[in-house]
Each structure stands twice: as C-alpha cells, then as structure tokens.
C-alpha cells in the first residue's frame, strides 16, 4: 500500500494521543495531533485579544500555520509546552465551535494529509476531515478513569491540579465538544469504538493493530 490513513477519536482522555503516536511510531508513519492546531490557533488569537464570539476570518486568513517533521508552527514559531494547559484545553473547545476556526483547520489537516500516512487524533476525524480513512477508531474510558489520567498527566509535567478541577474542566469540554452544532464529537458509523477502562496501553494497540491487519 503506498498510503494509508487511520483517524482515531475520542473524548478527552480517552487515550487517544498515547495510542495515536505510539501506533504511529510502530507502523513507521506520521503522526498529526489537531488537537494542538485547535489549541495552538486559541492560544494565539486569544494572546491577540480575540474571542470566539468576534469575527475572526481576516485573523485567521494571515494566519500561517505549518506541520514540519511532528512539530507544529504558528507563523513561524514553532509551538510548545504552553499549549497544554486545561485552560488553553478549555479556550481551544471554545474556538473549536467557530464555523470559520473549523473551516480552516480541516482544510490544513487535509492537506497535510495527502502528503504521506498519517494516524490522525481529534474528535472529527472519522466524520469529517477524513471521512474516507482506511480505518477509523473511537476510543472511549470511564469518566473517572479519563480523569484520572488527565490528573497523572498533568502531575507529570508539574502542573497542579486537583481531582475536582480536571473533572469539572472535562465535563464541561466534552458537554462543549459533543454538542456543538459543526462537526461534534461522535463516533463514525464506520468507527471501531474501543472502550479502553481498565487496559493497558499495550492492549489497547494490540486490538487496533489486529483491526488494521484485518481492514487493510
Ligand atoms: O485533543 P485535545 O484535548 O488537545 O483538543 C483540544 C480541543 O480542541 C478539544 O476539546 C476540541 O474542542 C478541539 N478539537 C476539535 N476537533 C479536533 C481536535 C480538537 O474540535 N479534531
């Protein structure tokens, strides 16, 4: 095959981004995370003094926004660590709502797309960006568990957070991210969905590995 393309969705920890690179990683094909466009395009039209309610189109328009070897670059910087925070999480949903926000990012995702195989991760991959992937996965967890990563993964890079904070930042991101009018979080019809509670990462990319062997 000279090209393929797995979209893998799903809710905020749920595992995707874990999953998504290391099956990236193990296939030997590129990874995109639009999560971090989403959250790198609020980040910088929020540091300009926007919000999402203004027109944003001009903004948008003289934004250049690159993907270069894995890393990703808003007019020319290349963006980091500044984007993960649950409050950048939370303004990245609030843009991600804006029709001409989705318009260009989608537009962006699938250029970037055609140029190789990719394992996508976002929430409308399956539906939207590539509605023709070869393969399509939901990931799912429990919503405590899903928190509980969030928490570990927050530790992790030293950002404090308590058990109340991450849960009340998911609820409401995920209520946000389902029930927008473009293009909400939900599985394709065609999408494997894969509840991931209680497994282990080595599992949960050996039931897509087997999944891709049997679609492709
Ligand atoms: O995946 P991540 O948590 O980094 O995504 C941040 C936010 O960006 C999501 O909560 C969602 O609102 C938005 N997003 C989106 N479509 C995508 C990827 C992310 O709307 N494909």
Redesign the pocket.
């Known amino acids: 095959i000279d090209q393929i393309l797995i979209a893998i969705d799903g809710p ?1 920890g749920s595992g ?2 874990t999953i998504a690179k290391l099956l990236a990683k193990k296939l030997r094909i590129n990874y995109l ?7 790198a395009v609020a980040y910088y039209l929020k540091m300009k003094g926007y919000s999402p309610s203004e027109d944003l189109s001009e903004e948008l328009e003289k934004l250049k926004i690159d993907y270069k070897d894995g890393d990703l670059y808003i007019n020319g910087i290349k963006v980091g660590e500044e984007i993960r925070s649950p409050e950048v ?1 939370k303004l ?2 609030d843009f ?1 709502k804006i029709q001409t926000v ?1 318009e260009r990012l989608t537009k962006i995702q699938r250029t970037i797309c055609e140029k190789g195989s990719f394992v996508v ?5 399956g539906t939207v ?1 590539l509605p023709h992937a070869d393969v399509k996965i939901f990931l799912t967890a429990s919503f405590e568990e899903r928190v509980k990563r969030r928490l570990k993964e927050l530790q992790e890079k030293g950002i404090q957070a308590t058990y109340e904070q991450v849960a009340q930042e998911m609820m409401q ?1 995920d209520e ?2 389902s029930s927008r009018s473009i ?1 909400p979080l939900k599985p394709a019809q065609d999408a494997f969905i894969i509840d991931t509670t209680g497994k282990t990462v080595e599992e949960v990319l050996n039931q897509i590995c087997e999944i891709i062997s049997r679609r492709v």
Do not use: E
């Open positions: 905020a995707k981004s995370d639009t999560g971090a466009m989403y959250r999480g990245a949903s991600a989705r991760d976002g929430r409308d991959i960006v991101r946000q991210d293009a």
